[in-house]
């Protein structure tokens, strides 16, 4: 079967974690038609990560409709992650059709707005006419979006500059592994109430550092926050309930203090990383 990466198409736009109501029609391996009611949970401009639990031939054409903006486009299916935990099939589609905008997000290309220096990715919104981009930021329009909570930025559905804030998210991926064994299973279930919170997930790719307690290290950049969780991809090995340090945001990371963190979610993630990890903060610990 054709391993085809998401993250060869990413490179084009970036990819966002993010939970989108779908309906999929097509035919199956057997050719046997089928309609199902669904979600995404990983977007880019030229495709996504969709779960299906109909088996699917990589190269078939399938229709997705978005259930929230009702566009409707062609995609074909380019391959079947090999690790899943959600226990239903997972497919990366490729959409024929990305002009039409299906996700209701814009993804400027890597070309487009480019300047000089760091740039950070961020899901915004904007406040007139709630369209939502994958925005690309420097870091003192990052700076200046984090004082004034509003950045103002052309929006080209509006044709005027308008403030736009960031656009708090619903993650596509599950955050408490199934099956897990024993006590890791009920702390992990309880760490997941903990998480059914007030706090907000933003779509943001900010430098991470992670280290581990035996001195493991790795440079990474986080998919979504929020003031206490951070989620990421990382090749390092780590296990619900790991304690390990972080370092995020814009700052020097020689001036940054490591920040004591719980491992509290691992997901095999094979289209974005090794593993994606969710991670609470232990400030003040």
Request: glycine fraction near 8%.
């Amino acid at each position: 079967m054709p391993k085809e990466n998401l993250g060869a198409q990413a490179r084009k736009s970036e990819r966002v974690l993010l939970r989108i109501p779908i309906r999929v029609e097509g035919k199956d391996t057997l050719g046997k038609a089928f309609d199902e009611t669904t979600h995404t949970l990983v977007v880019n401009r030229s495709g996504g990560l969709i779960i299906v639990p109909q088996l699917l031939q990589p190269g078939a054409i399938i229709k997705i409709t978005n259930l929230t903006n009702k566009i409707s486009c062609p995609f074909e299916v380019v391959m079947r992650p090999a690790k899943s935990l959600s226990g239903t099939p997972e497919w990366g589609v490729k959409c024929l059709e990305p002009d039409a905008d299906i996700w209701g997000v814009h993804f400027p290309t890597k070309s487009e707005g480019q300047s000089q220096g760091p740039l950070i990715h961020v899901l915004l919104a904007c406040q007139e006419c709630f369209s939502r981009e994958m925005a690309t930021l420097t870091v003192q329009e990052y700076r200046d979006l984090m004082a004034e909570s509003c950045l103002p930025r052309p929006c080209p559905k509006c044709s005027a500059t308008k403030n736009w804030k960031f656009a708090f998210i619903e993650v596509g991926y599950q955050e408490v592994l199934p099956s897990l064994p024993g006590s890791a299973a009920a702390e992990s279930a309880a760490q997941g109430e903990a998480e059914k919170r007030p706090d907000r997930r933003r779509a943001v790719k900010l430098p991470l550092g992670i280290r581990l307690p035996d001195g493991g290290e790795e440079p990474s950049t986080t998919e979504n926050i929020s003031d206490s969780i951070l989620c990421f991809a990382s090749n390092l090995e780590m296990q619900v309930g790991e304690k390990v340090y972080v370092k995020v945001g814009l700052d020097n990371p020689e001036e940054q203090c490591d920040i004591p963190a719980r491992i509290m979610w691992r997901r095999p993630a094979s289209e974005i990383g090794r593993a994606l990890y969710g991670a609470k903060l232990e400030r003040g610990d």
